[in-house]
């Protein structure tokens, strides 16, 4: 079964992986329509795992899921959100979990990391699936 990605205001960008080594990368949300669009201001080292899924793959069709933990999170209290204006960002780090990858063998050829963004929780706010790729020359 396919899953359509919807066209939506909010972007997700990976905009820094100069880190990705010492097992972290940056993305940026960003607002590229005429509304304000809120998202959850929860993401930290702790609850990335819940929001984002992260995946490396190589030319030769290698693939590695960077995450610690898969699967959904719920809150028991109220979440705290962030207001992005339009044409205002937001860039977050995130963890990739390389403990379980042994990239010693990928470092010959070119690879693309991408990571999904979900969010199916709060009021008010983006609810969905943002995508963003990029690649990445391993060293």
Avoid: H
């Amino acid at each position: 079964m396919a899953i359509a990605e919807v066209s939506t205001p909010l972007q997700l960008y990976i905009v820094d992986t100069a880190n990705f080594m010492k097992g972290e990368i940056t993305v940026s949300f960003r607002n590229e329509g005429n509304e304000p669009v809120r998202i959850p201001d929860e993401i930290n080292d702790e609850t990335a795992d819940y929001f984002f899924l992260t995946v490396l793959r190589t030319e030769r069709g290698d693939v590695r899921i960077l995450n610690r933990e898969i699967g959904t999170m719920t809150f028991q209290r109220p979440l705290n959100y962030r207001e992005l204006a339009p044409g205002r960002e937001y860039s977050v780090t995130i963890p990739v979990c390389l403990d379980e990858v042994d990239l010693e063998d990928w470092k010959q050829c070119s690879c693309e990391l991408e990571t999904r963004y979900y969010n199916q929780q709060g009021k008010d706010c983006f609810l969905g699936m943002l995508r963003a790729t990029a690649k990445l020359a391993l060293q």
